[in-house]
């Protein structure tokens, strides 16, 4: 069975930083594509980070890029969202998602919360 | 980024109705949308592909259909389970960009 289990979520004041993992089982993550996706309260989808199947190619979203960084262990079947600089608009539901054949997103983690706040 | 409009925002049917959702992309995407369903306190499931590929293990009830710029999903026969949020999202060009959703609810 495929699973996608995240951890790390914090309350966290302004400015603060906090790393988010996602551990994968049940297929070879190595071979996949990963993203980050996130949902503020109540809000629809947000896509924030993307990252290759062997670390060489990383993308982010314009409100994220700069102070958020994707990286993965395959050793571990481990994705990781180190986010630093938080504001208080940064408040979401973070999703790590499988991609398969470019953008399908086809398996997601229960999500974990990030709440920034003083 | 590309801008995703879906239409409605929120509706309402009866169990066995027909029921359809569009999803207007700001510029061409070819045939590079899927939809989604969120159940509340759920993560996203993937239901549809590519415009009109039914996802592995969903129901056949479900389907899509456009490209280019519209794009339709429905459901033909609506069930008490299929009570959700549902999400389109283009992955035609960086970065991937969501539909604001449409919550459907049982009259």
């Known amino acids: 069975e495929v699973q996608l289990v995240e951890s790390g979520g914090a309350l966290v004041q302004p400015g603060g930083s906090v790393r988010l993992s996602c551990v994968a089982s049940g297929f070879i993550f190595r071979t996949y594509e990963m993203d980050w996706v996130r949902q503020a309260p109540g809000k629809g989808l947000e896509w924030v980070a993307y990252i290759d199947s062997v670390e060489s190619n990383t993308r982010y979203a314009d409100s994220v890029k700069g102070r958020f960084t994707i990286s993965r262990d395959n050793a571990k079947n481990s994705l990781f969202l180190q986010m630093n600089s938080l504001r208080a608009e940064d408040t979401a539901l973070y999703f790590c998602?499988?991609?398969w054949g470019g953008g399908k997103m086809n398996a997601w983690g229960q999500g974990v919360q990030v709440i920034v706040s003083s | 980024d590309i801008q995703m409009t879906q239409s409605p925002s929120s509706l309402s049917a009866s169990v066995g109705d027909r029921v359809t959702i569009t999803c207007q992309a700001s510029q061409g995407i070819d045939i590079y949308l899927n939809w989604y369903q969120q159940k509340p306190g759920k993560a996203p499931k993937l239901l549809i592909y590519d415009a009109s590929n039914l996802q592995a293990g969903v129901p056949s009830r479900f389907s899509g259909s456009g490209s280019g710029t519209d794009f339709t999903f429905a459901i033909s026969s609506l069930q008490p389970e299929d009570i959700a949020t549902y999400f389109c999202?283009?992955?035609?060009?960086?970065?991937?960009?969501f539909g604001q959703g449409t919550r459907l609810e049982i009259k």
């Open positions: 999202q283009q992955y035609d060009i960086l970065p991937v960009t």
């Open positions: 998602a499988r991609e």
